[in-house]
């Protein structure tokens, strides 16, 4: 018998390996993950960031449970949400991939 994959964990601090900007990171099932940035937003600021490929994340924190991403689907989500929101992260377009800008962090 085998036990069965956790679908997600929680969301844990990380700096972009590609340009090194503060992002959260939380895998959603092998081997997806979402990475997003670090900055929370009201849901409304969040929904003017986002695009098709740019998806907005409720970000849900508890003392006890730590961090935990939620995908935002506008036909469920409240636009009274209490939570932070979080948007998908893209490193800047001057970034070239495997480099890191000087003084970035791990």
């Known amino acids: 018998m085998t036990r069965p994959t956790k679908a997600s964990t929680g969301a844990v601090r990380a700096d972009c390996p590609r340009c090194g900007a503060p992002t959260l990171r939380q895998t959603a099932g092998l081997p997806w993950a979402v990475t997003v940035d670090d900055s929370r937003h009201t849901p409304a600021q969040a929904a003017q960031l986002t695009r098709p490929n740019r998806l907005a994340w409720c970000l849900r924190e508890s003392p006890w449970s730590g961090?935990?991403?939620?995908?935002?689907?506008?036909?469920?989500?409240?636009?009274?949400?209490?939570?932070?929101?979080?948007?998908?992260h893209e490193c800047p377009e001057d970034t070239l991939p495997g480099r890191r800008p000087e003084g970035a962090l791990c």
Not at 70 to 78: G, T
């Open 67 to 88: 961090m935990r991403l939620a995908e935002v689907l506008p036909s469920v989500h409240s636009r009274d949400c209490p939570h932070a929101h979080v948007v998908e």
